[in-house]
């Protein structure tokens, strides 16, 4: 699914607020790297952020 703007920066914040209250990271990241935006990022662009958007037709 190709994800717009809006969309896109809604799942990764959400998933940053996630990282940042603990949830568990799903990738590998280096051990220097604290920024929660960031990891979501890297979630996204492995694509295994599990949020989906509903679109009305």
């Known amino acids: 699914m190709i994800y717009t ?3 896109k920066a809604r799942i990764i914040g ?3 607020l996630q990282i940042s209250l603990g949830a568990p990271i799903l990738i590998k990241i ?3 790297l604290t920024d929660a ?3 979501a990022m890297m979630e996204y662009d492995k694509d295994v952020i ?3 958007v509903r ?3």
């Open 14 to 16: 959400a998933r940053a």
């Open 5 to 7: 703007r809006f969309e």
């Open 30 to 32: 280096p051990k220097d």
């Open 50 to 52: 599990p949020i989906t």
């Open 37 to 39: 935006i960031t990891v």
């Open 55 to 57: 679109r009305k037709s």
